[in-house]
């Protein structure tokens, strides 16, 4: 019944979930609650009436388990990438065992020159949780990096819902209104951040700034 209830998920996201992801499926599902938050440090927050419009952030530098996809749809990309990303949290690593999701996982987009259009490649990146950093297991999949990424200061927005490319596109608009002129973050490159799993019709999205250096 849970793969049945995942495939639904995916064919939603235009994916045939193969039947190799069963183990997975079920591990993560045993080990839902157990999230471990991505380090970083506030550095202030804009708002009004008490609530955050958005907010600025440092996360320090750390090792992530990344994967690159060209596929025709944006959420075609980022759920072959994770699904690849779950295989290793799970068990297909140097040592053999549930490594721990953290949140959020992060898939840095591309817009093209004229702005109207996402590019299709979209990397997808999750962090090793702490007790891995240092020792980082090795994926079994060559198309899985860990990457080294250096200290990340990023302007965030959360927006709720599914992530299309329609609706980043929508949610970035919406925040160079409310950022207004800025040369303090790049323009074409953009990050949106997911805290849960695609399941849940409202789900905590971000969509990062990322600040020039």
Request: charged fraction near 20%.
């Amino acid at each position: 019944r849970l793969f049945a209830y995942w495939e639904a998920v995916a064919s939603t996201h235009r994916v045939s979930l193969p039947r190799d992801m069963a183990g997975p499926i079920t591990q993560m599902a045993r080990h839902r609650h157990a999230r471990e938050p991505v380090p970083y440090v506030s550095l202030s927050q804009h708002g009004k009436c008490k609530e955050a419009a958005y907010e600025e952030r440092q996360y320090p530098a750390g090792r992530w388990a990344c994967v690159t996809m060209r596929e025709p749809m944006y959420e075609q990309s980022i759920s072959m990438s994770f699904m690849k990303l779950m295989r290793y949290i799970c068990k297909e690593n140097s040592v053999g065992c549930h490594l721990g999701m953290t949140v959020p996982v992060l898939n840095e987009i591309h817009l093209t020159k004229e702005g109207t259009k996402l590019e299709r490649e979209v990397l997808t990146a999750y962090y090793l949780p702490g007790e891995f950093q240092q020792n980082p297991p090795v994926p079994m999949d060559s198309e899985i990096h860990i990457t080294e990424r250096a200290p990340l200061q990023v302007i965030t927005r959360v927006f709720y819902g599914m992530t299309t490319e329609e609706t980043i596109l929508r949610e970035i608009s919406l925040f160079w209104e409310l950022l207004g002129s800025t040369d303090m973050v790049l323009q074409g490159t953009y990050i949106v951040a997911s805290y849960e799993n695609p399941s849940i019709p409202q789900r905590r999205n971000e969509i990062w700034f990322i600040c020039q250096a």
